[in-house]
Every structure is written in C-alpha cells, then in structure tokens.
C-alpha cells in the first residue's frame, strides 16, 4: 500500500475518520501528520498526532487495542482521510466499540462480517468494466451466462460433499478443524461464482437484498 496523495491543513493535520471493515462502523476519528500517515502504510498499525501531547501516537500503544490498517482513501478533495481497520478489542478509551456508542455498548463487532462482500462485488465490478487480461472473473464474463452459472452448479455440489463431510466428522467425534475450514472455502467459492453470475447478467447485489427483505417482511 502507498501513501497517498493528502492536502494537509496550515496545522500540518488531515482528519482521519476510522472505520471498521468488517460491517462500516465507525469507530473513532483522529487526526494525522504526514508522519502518522507514512507509519501507518509502513507498519500495518495505525498511527495519529496526538494534538494533546504534541507527538507520534500509535492507537493501542498503551491498551494493546491497536488498529490493524485495512485500507486508506482519501475524500474528493483530499483533504481528509477514510480509515478501514481491522480493530483488536475496543477502540475507544471507555471501552465501548466505538467513540460514538453511549457508554455500556458492548465492544464488539454487530454483524459476521457480510458487509465485506461490498468490497468483493466493487472489484467484480471493476474487472467487469476494466476486463484486464489474465483475470479468472473476466474469462468467466467472456464464457457467458454459461460459463458463470455453470461454476455455480459445480460449488454448490461441492458445498454438499463438504457439509456432508463434516457432519461425518462431527458424528464421529473426529477433529473437525479440517472438514470446517474445507465448507468455509467451498461456501466462499459458491458466493464469489454467484456475485460473478449477477455482474454477468448486469444484476446489482441489492436486488437479491431487496428480494430477501420482501420474504422476510412478509407474513409466515
């Protein structure tokens, strides 16, 4: 990851909103120097200026409830920062999730994690606009509609044998870190070939979404 093109304030700070990657939450909002931001991209850890103390700061140095950097954007002007981070504990000081959550929130993440699949369907998408060569979504574009539903079928069988190796293990009292991380893989590889299928149809996620929400609304 590069450091990327910032306008600093006569201060020398850009404020720098933090959010989760996980579900977009967000988390807190810091102020960065052109220091802070060249440790954040070295390190992996993300740095601020503490206007109080007047120095480099890295969030967690003292609580262990570091930041991992997840990625940086910058605004249309860019004159302030999107922080996506994986957060190790709570990031704020009263031990909430988040400085914006009434003390006695819970410290943890609200959802599993699907809002991440934003993050997969914007680089379908980009390859599907872009079509760079020697991309696997972009050969499953160029097959058609054939070629994308095709793989689909393939995962879901692939899916079942797993589930059904793993339910072999759970009865048999065997160890199932194996069997699990096999229908975590094949599940991931059943939602990717059914996003690709979507972008190849011009299908935009949020319908399936809205599809969702009707049955889930309706009533029985």
Known sequence: MTVPDVTFGQDGLVPAVIQDAIDGRVLMVGYMDAEALAETVATGDVHFHSRSRHRLWRKGETSGNVLRLVDLATDCD???????????????????RSCFDPDGAAAVRSTVGFAWLETLWATIADRAAIRPDGSYTVQLLDGGVDAAARKVAEEAIEVLIAAKDDAAAEWSMEDRTATRQALAGETADVLYHLLVLLAERGLPPSTTIEALKARHSSPG
Do not use: I, S
């Open 78 to 96: 860019g004159d302030a920062l999107l922080v996506t981070v994986d957060p190790v504990g709570p990031t704020c000081h009263r031990g909430t």
